[in-house]
């Protein structure tokens, strides 16, 4: 490992410890030629899948773009930034062990409504508006139906 001061190559590990979450070792190191230290992090090299999109063409997954989309759907409601980076952590890595080598767009985003559909309505609708891109008011108003209607059966049948 390469001392970020002075470029040494020669370094010694002082202390090693799992991070809060359990996905890297944190590393605390010492330079042996100008005697600086410095932390590293050592992660599991995680296997990148595609993600095919309605169009066919196809990208590499992109956490935080995921992430974006749902903070901006979420701006302003009381859903944290904790709450949707696990979320997305635990899709990913529920992806990872299908061993899929591409995802279709339609799978991640339908993942993403129900999730907000459970966390917010609000969220749930803004994100819908843009993911299921309305051609009209009326579609999105049949929407905003559609959420009313599952509320009131949903309260019926916790009676």
């Known amino acids: 490992m390469k001392c970020?001061?002075?470029?040494?190559?020669e370094n010694k590990v002082m202390d090693s410890r799992l991070t809060n979450d359990g996905l890297a070792v944190?590393?605390?190191r010492e330079c042996l030629e100008c005697k600086k230290r410095f932390t590293t992090y050592e992660r599991v090299e995680e296997v990148n899948f595609l993600v095919v999109k309605k169009d066919g063409s196809k990208e590499v997954f992109d956490k935080g773009k995921l992430i974006?989309?749902?903070l901006k759907a979420c701006e302003k409601r009381p859903i944290t930034v904790d709450v949707i980076e696990g979320f997305i952590s635990?899709?990913?890595r529920e992806f990872q062990e299908r061993g899929d080598k591409e995802i279709s767009s339609t799978e991640i985003g339908e993942r993403v409504i129900r999730k907000l559909y459970?966390?917010?309505?609000?969220?749930?609708v803004r994100f819908?508006?843009?993911y299921r891109s309305f051609k009209d008011v009326n579609q999105f108003m049949d929407e905003l139906?559609?959420?009313?209607?599952?509320?009131?059966?949903?309260?019926?049948?916790?009676i």
């Not at 459970?118 to 749930?124: M, T």
Request: glycine share 2%; aromatic share 6%.
């Open 145 to 158: 139906k559609d959420l009313l209607r599952d509320k009131e059966i949903d309260s019926k049948s916790k």
């Open 26 to 28: 944190r590393r605390r």
């Open 90 to 92: 635990n899709l990913e």
């Open 4 to 9: 970020p001061f002075c470029s040494d190559l």
């Open 118 to 124: 459970e966390l917010d309505e609000v969220a749930y």
């Open 68 to 70: 974006h989309g749902m």
């Open 128 to 130: 819908a508006s843009v």
